[in-house]
T-cell receptor, first 115, second 112 residues
Framework: SQTIHQWPATLVQPVGSPLSLECTVE??????LYWYRQAAGRGLQLLFY??????ISSEVPQNLSASRPQDRQFILSSKKLLLSDSGFYLC??????????????FGSGTRLTVV | EDQVTQSPEALRLQEGESSSLNCSYT??????LFWYRQDPGKGPEFLFT???AGEEKEKERLKATLTKKESFLHITAPKPEDSATYLC?????????????FGRGTSLIVHP
């Protein structure tokens, strides 16, 4: 069966510090991978998605970046965190090809607090 | 632009008091509508996918229905463990982005 791992679960970082959140998927190959941010009362905001190694699409311009160094690994990074980067970050994968989409499987999330 | 509106934002029920959550959507051709459950501090958990008007799906005390403009998540005789935020998302049809658009969710609290 497929599983998705996301870590760390919680993170407190000072303003201006770097960030690296990691997500890995097991039990499937060539998944589509996504990074979402969820702010209280604002729903899920898509940040990045990737359909393959080295292929990253950005949905929202900001000081975050994403990378996919391996087929089942997705990394969210920042060189300098802002207070506004605080939030709940979710990684997800989907098994979809073209017109067929079978829904997301989400990770357990990372609560990031920038202080 | 695809839009998803969920109502109410919050709902408080007594155990056993049945009710419905609403998800209204505007999309250029619906490919799929998804319901998720999210517990505090955790990632959303997939519940249902609905593809066409008239379709219904059930899981334990939950039943999801779909029309051309909205979906309902009916909760029958809820229990405290049904307390969670329920998210709705829609995926556009041909020519649209395959990335689903999410609503803001309905926070459900079931009191014993």
């Amino acid at each position: 069966s497929q599983t998705i791992h996301q870590w760390p679960a919680t993170l407190v970082q000072p303003v201006g510090s770097p960030l690296s959140l990691e997500c890995t998927v097991e039990g499937t190959s060539n998944p589509n991978l996504y990074w979402y941010r969820q702010a209280a009362g604002r729903g899920l905001q898509l940040l990045f998605y990737s359909v393959g190694i080295g292929q990253i699409s950005s949905e929202v311009p900001q000081n975050l970046s994403a990378s996919r160094p391996q087929d089942r690994q997705f990394i969210l990074s920042s060189k300098k965190l802002l207070l506004s980067d605080s939030g709940f970050y979710l990684c997800a994968w989907s098994r979809d090809r073209g017109r067929d989409f079978y829904g997301y499987t989400f990770g357990s999330g990372t609560r990031l607090t920038v202080v | 632009e695809d839009q998803v509106t969920q109502s109410p934002e919050a709902l408080r029920l007594q155990e056993g008091e049945s009710s419905s959550l609403n998800c209204s959507y505007t999309v250029s051709g619906l490919r799929g509508l998804f319901w998720y459950r999210q517990d505090p501090g955790k990632g959303p958990e997939f519940l249902f996918t609905l593809y066409s008007a008239g379709e219904e799906k059930e899981k334990e005390r939950l039943k999801a229905t779909l029309t051309k403009k909205e979906s309902f998540l009916h909760i029958t005789a809820p229990k405290p463990e049904d307390s969670a935020t329920y998210l709705c998302a829609v995926q556009a049809g041909p020519g649209g982005s395959y990335i689903p658009t999410f609503g803001r969710g309905t926070s459900l609290i079931v009191h014993p």
